[in-house]
């Protein structure tokens, strides 16, 4: 089982429509990290959270430490979101990041 | 902003050839990373680097050394290239942890598409 798991792997939205990402970890972390990734390769940093709550313009991250989750909404979404939208998880001080496999996100006119 | 570049976006190397892939960043953070991302396996991590002349190994350095003779520069090299080697390589950097710090987040590169025929 993989130490960090995203949901869905697939997500095709209407233009305008509330979606969420989910990503689920198993281990003890210091911080998560949203990523985004465009077709081409590369990645951009969206979020760093530890705890509670971020947004930035119509994206909100969110973390439940306890029940070792977050979330990554995208408000009234957008044909330019469509992206591969990465969880990944660093486990206390190491200079290591666990990625989760991505979620393919494809927003229609 | 913080800008990661990778030397080469595309190359086609033979088997056997001896490739190197270049990172430079401008924001002076003091930790680099390679990692490669094959399609299903995300990113995994084949070395970083936590200061200059220092490394270590990541989840899959067989096959790969590296080499950070300056601070902003990390180099990726393949000493033999092989087919199985052919991936898409992200280089990133991260500033050391501080105290506090508004954001210790993580910068990547463009990305380079290695292809060994």
């Known amino acids: 089982k993989n130490e960090v798991e995203q949901s869905p792997q697939n997500l095709t939205a209407q233009e305008g429509e509330f979606i969420t990402i989910n990503c689920s970890y198993s281990?003890?972390?210091?911080?998560l990290h949203w990523l985004q990734q465009h077709p081409g390769g590369g990645i951009v940093s969206l979020f760093m959270?530890?705890?509670g709550k971020k947004k930035h313009g119509r994206l909100i991250a969110t973390i439940n430490i306890q029940e070792k989750h977050s979330s990554l909404h995208i408000t009234a979404s957008h044909p330019r979101d469509s992206a591969v939208y990465i969880c990944?998880?660093?486990?206390?001080?190491?200079?290591?990041?666990?990625f989760g496999t991505g979620t393919l996100l494809a927003v229609q006119p | 902003d913080v800008k990661v570049t990778q030397s080469s976006r595309y190359l086609v190397k033979r088997t056997g050839e001896k490739v190197f892939l270049e990172c430079v960043q401008d924001?002076?953070?003091?930790?680099m990373f390679w990692y490669r991302q094959d399609p299903g396996l995300g990113l995994r991590l084949i070395y970083f680097?936590?200061?200059?002349?220092?490394?270590e190994k990541g989840d899959i350095p067989e096959g790969y050394s590296v080499s950070r003779e300056k601070k902003e520069r990390f180099s990726l090299i393949l000493e033999s290239a092989s087919t199985n080697q052919t991936s898409m390589y992200l280089c990133?950097?991260?500033?050391?942890?501080?105290?506090?710090?508004?954001?210790?987040?993580?910068?990547f590169g463009e990305g380079s598409w290695l292809t060994v025929v």
């Open positions: 990133a950097s991260r500033p050391r942890d501080r105290a506090y710090r508004s954001g210790n987040t993580i910068y």
């Open positions: 959270l530890s705890s």
């Open positions: 680097s936590y200061d200059v002349k220092m490394k």
């Open positions: 281990v003890g972390i210091s911080a």
């Open positions: 990944a998880v660093r486990r206390g001080a190491t200079n290591k990041l666990i």
């Open positions: 924001m002076d953070h003091e930790n």
